[in-house]
């Protein structure tokens, strides 16, 4: 395998940039413990990463030799259906790719092997961490749809302790003060979805009392009393109310619809390097995200028992009955990034101050790669 000797400064800079965190990521009970740093990348995971085991990912037996391999970051999130889809429904193999997977703890933790060429593809929330990175100059893309919210597929939401709701905190008027839930101390796509709902009576996310926390941590939190509100996703809204803990104000398709949560990852280098490969990686991911969308849009029954049986072994939400009462996320089977609501975030970003440099969102975006795909495939009528 092709090493690449960092620099430790070089390294220590790109660590700097780890502040993206996946505000789409369902997390596994379990997180896996960060690697150490190391200045020279080997075949050893990068930092925050564990290879997934053969099971999951199992490399095609049968010429291999033949195989192009793809470096590929997860999160085991319901976001990632498109890769296990493909991944256990062998698109990948049939593209001639051997795709390894690596599991993260965090989106976070993907920018800095990214940018280093360590990862050809990732994911996670397009925010203030990977603007940062790539004002400066991280080569790293933005190619398709990793979450969104269309209709119907709220997958994330707004949610309020059940004893204040009670006692009438209903109205984005009532929040003020109110101490949140948000899974990042830094800009990621969900603060920026709680301003939008503060800006409708003159306030902004920043009225509240924001506070970093794990989505399984969230749920304990709100039975405690430690917090009083939470922005959730998928499948912890729906056992909140389940459990009686929460009330949901509004899911995000009802107050940031088709809101771009998540998104698709290049490296430069793997353009660069390997444009073929990257074409191929993304045929196989728009075919995975038409048996998704023809599972859970559609309603095909055969090929939802598929998909959620691929979710449940690969994903942290293993509960399958859970999959008939969650909203799922929506990701695009024509791979399109919606380029509106990523300039609408930047805005709150720079506002709010934690963005100084204003990206040019027509550059960041490279819709190359699925439009081929597009092409190869057919375009996907919902």
């Avoid at 100084?356 to 790669?369: M, N």
């Amino acid at each position: 395998m092709k090493r690449f000797l960092l620099p430790r400064v070089a390294v220590l800079g790109l660590v700097v940039l780890l502040l993206l965190v996946d505000a789409c990521a369902a997390q596994p009970p379990a997180a896996t413990p960060a690697a150490k740093p190391t200045e020279t990348v080997a075949a050893s995971p990068p930092k925050g990463a564990t290879p997934v085991p053969a099971a999951t990912a199992a490399r095609p037996e049968a010429n291999s030799a033949q195989l192009t391999k793809v470096r590929l970051g997860i999160l085991s999130s319901i976001s990632d259906s498109g890769n296990f889809i493909a991944q256990d429904l062998g698109y990948f193999k049939e593209q001639g790719l051997d795709v390894e997977f690596t599991k993260f703890t965090a989106a976070a933790q993907m920018i800095a092997p990214l940018g280093a060429g360590q990862l050809d593809v990732g994911g996670g929330a397009p925010g203030v961490g990977l603007a940062n990175a790539v004002s400066r100059n991280v080569d790293i893309k933005i190619v398709a749809d990793k979450g969104s919210t269309p209709k119907g597929q709220g997958f994330e939401g707004l949610v309020v302790r059940k004893d204040l709701w009670d006692a009438g905190v209903r109205t984005p008027a009532d929040f003020k003060g109110k101490r949140i839930a948000i899974p990042s101390d830094t800009g990621i796509t969900p603060e920026a979805a709680l301003d939008k709902v503060m800006r409708t009576v003159g306030l902004k996310a920043r009225d509240l009392q924001l506070v970093p926390m794990a989505h399984p941590d969230m749920a304990p939190a709100l039975a405690g009393k430690s917090i009083d509100m939470a922005i959730p996703i998928e499948p912890y809204i729906t056992k909140i109310v389940e459990d009686g803990l929460g009330v949901i104000y509004q899911r995000e398709d009802e107050f940031y619809p088709n809101h771009q949560i998540a998104v698709i990852l290049y490296s430069g280098r793997f353009i660069k390097e390997n444009p073929d490969a990257a074409k191929r990686y993304m045929v196989a991911y728009l075919k995975a995200l038409r048996d998704y969308n023809d599972a859970f849009v559609g309603k095909n029954a055969k090929k939802k028992a598929t998909v959620v049986s691929i979710l449940a072994k690969n994903t942290g939400v293993k509960d399958v009955p859970l999959y008939d009462k969650m909203l799922v996320p929506g990701l695009n089977p024509n791979g399109e990034v919606n380029k509106a609501s990523l300039a609408e975030d930047q805005d709150y970003y720079i506002r709010a101050g934690l963005q100084k440099d204003r990206l040019d969102i027509d550059k960041l975006v490279d819709p190359t790669w699925a439009k081929y795909a597009v092409d190869k495939l057919g375009v996907y009528k919902r």
